[in-house]
């Protein structure tokens, strides 16, 4: 069973920086997209970030573009989220997800099935 477990959240001033982390684990193979998720109160979902394993692409979200790096550890199976120049507007619980089927990052191919509990960011002004 795949799992994935968020950390790194907290609380922080704006324009200051966060790395965010997304342990995953029980993926039978490296044809697997990985992306980063946030919800802020009284919104939907926002897809931010993903990476995929099997061709190693990455993609971006144009609110977080230019700010945000996601990388990997592959000995860690870990993925990261740096957060840089954050604005109030970027609170929001961030949760990483998965999808086993090697779905193309922001692709129509895309298909998250597994989630992560989320950790929360909080941007004071």
């Known amino acids: 069973e795949v799992q994935l477990v968020e950390s790194g959240g907290g609380l922080v001033q704006a324009g200051g920086s966060l790395r965010l982390s997304c342990a995953a684990s029980?993926?039978?193979?490296?044809?697997?997209?990985i992306g980063w998720f946030r919800q802020s109160p009284g919104k939907e979902y926002e897809g931010i970030s993903c990476?995929?394993?099997?061709?190693?692409?990455?993609g971006y979200a144009d609110s977080v573009k230019g700010r945000f790096t996601i990388s990997t550890d592959n000995a860690k199976n870990t993925v990261y989220l740096q957060l840089n120049s954050l604005k109030p507007e970027d609170t929001a619980v961030y949760s990483c997800?998965?999808?086993?089927?090697?779905?193309?990052?922001?692709?129509?191919?895309?298909?998250?099935?597994?989630w992560g509990r989320g950790t929360q960011v909080t941007v004071s002004s």
């Open positions: 997800a998965a999808d086993p089927t090697g779905g193309h990052c922001f692709g129509p191919d895309i298909e998250v099935r597994y």
């Open positions: 029980g993926f039978g193979n490296d044809a697997y997209t």
């Open positions: 990476f995929s394993k099997s061709d190693g692409s990455t």
